[in-house]
């Protein structure tokens, strides 16, 4: 079993250009997260899904977007990117959110933004 | 505003006991989870508290009081393959998880 993946492992993206981090999850969960992790701080949530169809902002939204058109995939993506954004990104999901419902993690995109 | 602390670094020796203290203060509280993560690896599940007290699962075990906003973790019997980050979370009132930075536990022989 697969659970979930993400693409690319890592990249390095030129200021300005957009990109977007794909996230896919084979266990049939309803709600799926990205997070972006950074030295020193906690995981930080960027954008939530409660399930196909639906997204919502999470704590640190800005600049980036998602999109859930089916259960499985959760894409991330940065229309213009900015240094600021040079993070480890990690999408997640949980059967549905909350409720004490673990959540499982991908491996996670390294993004550097030059 | 909301906040979860931890100590940024422990170190224990291989074989012993060691205790990972996280406080807390949110909006809400609808349980509280601690995260292993190895450096350069996803988090992976270790434990949930939603009611007062100790929960034992293997080597490790999770404490919560929640008069007191305060958690612990307790790994027994320490392994070199325990040094890892461990991250406390908090599940607050919108039911969004609220992260704590990590503590970084460095097993030595």
């Known amino acids: 079993t697969a659970g979930i993946t993400q693409a690319p492992t890592s990249q390095i993206l030129a200021a300005g250009r957009s990109m977007t981090l794909r996230c896919t999850q084979d266990?049939?969960?309803?709600?799926m997260y990205w997070y972006r992790q950074d030295l020193g701080l906690g995981l930080r949530l960027i954008h939530y899904?409660?399930?196909?169809?639906?997204?919502g902002k999470g704590e640190v939204p800005d600049g980036y977007s998602v999109s859930r058109a089916n259960t499985d995939d959760f894409p991330l993506t940065l229309a213009s990117a900015v240094p600021s954004q040079t993070s480890v990104y990690f999408c997640a999901s949980s059967v549905t959110r909350g409720q004490g419902n673990e959540q499982f993690f991908g491996p996670g995109t390294r993004l550097t933004v030059l | 505003g909301q906040n979860i602390d931890q100590p940024t670094e422990m170190t224990a020796t291989e074989g012993a006991i060691v205790q990972i203290n996280c406080t807390y203060q949110?909006?809400?509280?609808?349980?509280l989870f601690w995260y292993q993560q190895h450096a350069g690896e996803a988090p992976t599940f270790l434990s949930y508290n939603v009611l007062d007290g100790l929960e034992e699962k293997g080597r490790f075990s999770s404490f919560l009081s929640r008069s007191k906003g305060y958690s612990y973790l307790l790994l027994k019997e320490l392994q070199m393959k325990d040094s890892a980050s461990y991250l406390c979370?908090?599940?607050?009132?919108?039911?969004?998880?609220?992260w704590g930075a990590g503590t970084k536990l460095i097993i030595k022989p």
């Open positions: 266990m049939r969960h309803n709600a």
């Open positions: 899904s409660n399930t196909a169809g639906t997204t």
């Open positions: 979370a908090v599940e607050d009132s919108n039911y969004q998880l609220i």
């Open positions: 949110t909006s809400g509280f609808n349980g």
